[in-house]
């Protein structure tokens, strides 16, 4: 039986995992062409989904487990009824001592005050555009005002705020330097991420175009003065800043895949399935565990098994799909 007070989750090349990301629902309220088809994907019944008990399990397993830090996303985890109440009760896990959210921000303006009543610890909004007409292109939605005004609901109640940009060869790469100037005059980091082929489809993607580091070069050509900053090595974002900006700017090579050596996270899928790493096509179906009677001691020992899959990289990782093995799945399903 594990003992459940000193045992961490630590996978075989001897990387500690304290960040467990879950994805509350597959279901979403916008399109974007990078993570869903334009006719959506096929959601899963309801009862698939883990329940809030369940969700609120299995926290409380992995936070005995050494996990920290927590972020909720999806899908758009603001479709999913009464999710302020999921949050409450996530901030209430001992050891638990960070609780952030991904959103698109079309619902979330209404929750901020509970949000920050609650304590939420940041939150990343996903904006790919500052131009209404470029917005509805890429989302296939017309939701930029609400997001906007989101973005500035965030600020103003002085959330810890990250936008996150996925940078698309001819569709949003004219708008880097627009969307980095965001960080001008507002305490927020702007995040460009390359852009990875989870798009619920075998649609190529257009990653190979954009890399990380040139949007390193095209940050450079604007703002001569940017200066890297030191961050937490479990960061997957590299960090600049422009002088005189109040804000920072970040880089994540999500499709590159620089960052592995330091991952700390985890993932727990809108199926309830742990993925040890976003490009693994699912490692272990707790959701089944859980639904047929298994203790918190069986579940502990199962994740303990489970981390030492883990694959060194993404690159492994990916290479040992069996299944899907031109990548398939729909970012909304995975979180991201
Ligand atoms: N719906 C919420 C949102 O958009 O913020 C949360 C879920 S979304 C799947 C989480 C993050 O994944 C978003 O920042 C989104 O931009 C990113 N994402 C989705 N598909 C992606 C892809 N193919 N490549 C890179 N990032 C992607
Ligand atoms: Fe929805 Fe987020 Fe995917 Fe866009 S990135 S379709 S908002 S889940």
Redesign the pocket.
Known sequence: MTNSSNTKLVDSWNREIDYLRI?VTDR?N?R?F??MPAEGIDYLPKKELLSYEEIIRLATVFASLGVKKIRL?????FLRKDFISLLRNLKRISGIEAVHI???GVLTAPYLNQMKDIGVDGV???L?SLNRENFHKITRRNEFDTVMETLDGLTHHGFNTKI?M?VMHGKNTHEVIGMAQLASDREISVRF???????GSNMS?S?KNWSHMRILEELKGAFPSLKKLNSDPSNPASLYQVEGHVGNLGIIP?YSRTFCGACNRIRLTATGTIKNCLYDEGVLDIKALMRSNATDDQLREMLMETVQKREKDGFAAERNRKVDKNISES??S???
Do not use: H, K, R
Not at 193 to 199: A, S
């Open positions: 994805a979403c916008l974007c990078y993570c996303t999806g899908g758009e985890p991904t959103t698109n990343n909004l996903s790919d996150n996925v991420i390359e852009e990875m082929p989870f798009n993607t990653q999500a970012m909304s995975i979180g991201g």
